[in-house]
């Protein structure tokens, strides 16, 4: 049997046995009554996870990178000014899209884990007033922090702008509310939160949205949102293409489970993990990355490495030896930080193996004495629920 590493990165994340079995079937044709069925059922259970009754929903043979470029390639045209706040590595490819695509991107909050403040988020759009939209990373997973979905919308809806929200590390693990903030557009991927293969992009898309599509001048054919519009609305729904059957039908089993967990009950179980996690690895002695911050995602986190403790050699130790797979950091921070994706199929137990093996490989190695601090505190949190 293969020894595969237990994930705990910010994705992929771990795939349950049932959602591998919903794979493990015969093939059908994805112009079925039988497909259709299976395609409607997913796309009916991951609306909540979105948050929306009213806004379209496709499903793309994408990653969530694919998502957010049809996002881009539909919402504006030719010479568009957009604003793109670019506090991580993810920001930034959002960005590099927008500006790839023609657009001319105007980047704000630029510092890495820098916080959204409502009064200098107005304070940048007035800058920019021809700008027709803001971009941003709901979590940009280079710096663990969670852009504030609430803040953003409502003071770019003052201005008019549509507003584009990268969801891919967040949908399905922190509560994203499109209608209630009256957002655009909702960008996500199958393999993080969600817990299923990685291939599949999920885009929601507004009526404003769509109206802005049929205008776009901007080169597209399999990003159309006007093909996938037209071919979920047939009366047995598709998409445009050869859609991958076997990972509709592994989302289609994730999207069950999570249900049946309560779709309450994993944000709170993604909360409260988060939060035990980081208490325990302060109580360990270790910092948390950026050292300030008032938002800190529910879905991953980023902590500093001990003094003369570098990245590549401590993921390499801890995969060696207890086979778990971490991520280091990115970008400026590649070496000096590691980062812990605790989303999807990620529970108790897997939160308190890692605070144990942590405890024990930095005690190990000389770079921290905490004496079993560490796991204790993480006891002690969950205990307080």
């Given at each position: 049997m293969i020894n595969t590493p237990k994930l705990m990165t910010?994705?992929?994340?771990?795939?349950?046995?049932r959602v591998y079995m919903a794979q493990a079937v015969p093939m059908i044709h994805h112009r079925s009554s039988e497909f259709s069925d299976i395609l409607s059922e997913l796309v009916s259970n991951i609306r909540p996870l979105i948050g929306t009754n009213i806004s379209d929903v496709f499903i793309t043979s994408s990653s969530g990178r694919g998502a957010m470029e049809a996002s881009i390639a539909n919402v504006f045209s030719k010479g568009d000014e957009v604003l793109a706040i670019t506090n991580g590595q993810f920001g930034e490819m959002f960005a590099e899209i927008a500006y790839n695509y023609g657009l001319e991107v105007h980047r704000i909050f630029k510092g890495w884990g820098e916080e959204i403040e409502k009064d200098r988020l107005a304070s940048e759009i007035k800058k920019y007033p021809k700008?027709?939209?803001?971009?941003?990373?709901?979590c940009d997973t280079s710096t663990a922090i969670e852009n504030p979905i609430d803040?953003?919308?409502t003071v770019s809806k003052e201005y008019g702008l549509v507003v584009l929200v990268d969801a891919v590390s967040t949908l399905g693990g922190i509560p994203i509310e499109m209608d209630k903030y009256d957002l655009d557009i909702v960008a996500g991927a199958s393999q993080k939160c969600l817990m299923a293969p990685a291939g599949l992009g999920v885009i929601?898309?507004?009526k404003r949205a769509l109206e802005m599509a049929e205008k776009s001048d901007l080169p597209k054919y399999y990003w159309d949102f006007g093909k996938m519009k037209k071919f979920m609305n047939k009366s047995a729904s598709q998409t445009p293409n050869s859609t991958p059957v076997s990972l509709v039908r592994a989302l289609g089993e994730a999207l069950k489970m999570i249900h049946e967990e309560g779709v309450t009950n994993v944000y709170n179980r993604h909360r409260n993990l988060a939060e035990s996690i980081r208490v325990a690895l302060i109580k360990m002695g270790l910092e948390l990355y950026p050292r300030e911050s008032e938002r800190r995602s529910a879905t991953v986190s980023a902590v500093y490495l001990p003094k003369n403790c570098d990245a590549e050699t401590f993921c390499k130790g801890i995969e060696q030896r207890y086979n778990i797979y971490l991520a280091g950091g990115i970008g400026k921070h590649a070496q000096d930080t590691f980062r812990i994706g605790h989303m999807g199929n990620f529970f108790k137990e897997d939160a308190g193996s890692l605070i144990s093996v942590l405890e024990e490989w930095f005690n190990e190695n000389g770079y921290i004495k905490?004496?079993?601090?560490?796991?204790?505190?993480f006891e002690q949190m969950l205990s307080k629920d």
């Open positions: 910010p994705g992929p994340t771990s795939v349950p046995m700008s027709k939209g803001i971009i941003f990373s709901h803040i953003i919308s929601a898309v507004s905490s004496n079993g601090l560490g796991i204790k505190t």
